[in-house]
């Protein structure tokens, strides 16, 4: 069974680009749910996708997007970079039938540095 | 504003101890409930979800749910150096699909 794999590690940005993480669910998981974990915070719902649909929301602007493919892979795009979006960005991936889904489980997640 | 609260530690105890978690949660419309372990610089790793009042056993890890009182702990029993990490909290709410996450409370187990 593979698990929960994240692309890059690592990142280096400037303020004002833009930058796309990328994430491969568990081997059947249908749903992903994207995270931003601030140094010293829990992690902070961005938003999760079901079925290529946005399923919920958290409280992030809209500069935050993503997207879900048919193998269920996700990419959480953030354009217009500022400082405060460095952070680590985890990505969990889980099962459910009728969106959602119960438990999530990480991936190793993309430290976000932007300078 | 859907709340989780945790104590950020430290919470230092010795091997072999026991080590008490504690976390609560302001709506009462949760529905499930999880611990997760974060080692420093990695991502959370599932430890145990519980659902039910009561308690529910994994190994040396009991997780206890009181919705009443809505809290929810994590007793780690004979606790070793390697616990040492960020214990997270988090909360689904009944019509949510986000996992709502306290602050972490960092433990610390010395040899």
Known sequence: ETGVTQSPTHLIKTRGQQVTLRCSSQSG????????????????????????????RGNFPPRFSGLQFPNYSSE???????????ALYLCASSFGT?????????????????? | ??????????????????ASLNCTYSDRGSQSFFWYRQYSGKSP?????????GDKEDGRFTAQLNKASQYVS????????SDSATYLCAVKYQAGTALIFGKGTTLSVSS
């Open chain 1, 29 to 56: 998981h249908n749903t992903v749910s994207w995270y931003q974990q601030a140094l010293g915070q829990g992690p902070q719902f961005i938003f999760q996708y079901y079925r290529e649909e946005e399923n919920g």
């Open chain 1, 76 to 86: 959480l795009n953030v354009n217009a970079l500022e400082l405060d979006d460095s």
């Open chain 1, 98 to 115: 009728s969106g959602g889904g119960e438990t999530q489980y990480f991936g190793p997640g993309t430290r976000l540095l932007v300078l």
């Open chain 2, 1 to 18: 504003q859907k709340e989780v609260e945790q104590n950020s530690g430290p919470l230092s105890v010795p091997e072999g101890a026991i």
């Open chain 2, 45 to 53: 790793e599932l430890i145990m979800s519980i659902y039910s009042n």
């Open chain 2, 74 to 81: 994590l007793l780690i029993r004979d606790s070793q150096p």
